[in-house]
Nanobody, 120 residues
Framework: QLQASGGGLVQAGGSLRLFCAAS????????MAWFRQAPGKEREFVAA???????YYADSVKGRFTISRDNAKNTVYLQMNNLKPEDTAVYYC????????????????WGQGTQVTVSS
């Protein structure tokens, strides 16, 4: 089970940190990711991190967002800086035993989502 939190309302240029707490089993070996879905749009890949801590980012967030993990706490983080109105979406965390990091079809476990709203 995955529990996402940390969303909120922030002004453009601000920062937020999202948390994804895993429970039920260890996710330390899993590929972990963040996706987001804006109103009227398809869910899109944001960032992923392998158990080796190799990160991957969508071009739209590269240089602004940082994904990290603490396997001891079974938690994945998404630090979001210099937020833009176009970052407004519901953010979901996801876990997979492996596969194409950018495809939502790869992921077996999903959190419930946390709303991020960036005002201009």
């Amino acid at each position: 089970q995955l529990q996402a939190s940390g969303g909120g309302l922030v002004q453009a240029g601000g920062s937020l940190r999202l948390f994804c707490a895993a429970s039920g089993r260890s996710f330390s070996r899993d590929l972990m990711a963040w996706f987001r879905q804006a109103p009227g749009k398809e869910r899109e890949f944001v960032a992923a991190i392998r158990w080796t801590t190799m990160p991957y980012y969508a071009d739209s967030v590269k240089g602004r967002f940082t994904i990290s993990r603490d396997n001891a706490k079974n938690t994945v983080y998404l630090q979001m800086n210099n937020l833009k109105p176009e970052d407004t979406a519901v953010y979901y965390c996801a876990a997979s035993s492996g596969g194409y990091y950018y495809s939502d079809l790869t992921y077996d476990y999903w959190g419930q989502g946390t709303q991020v709203t960036v005002s201009s």
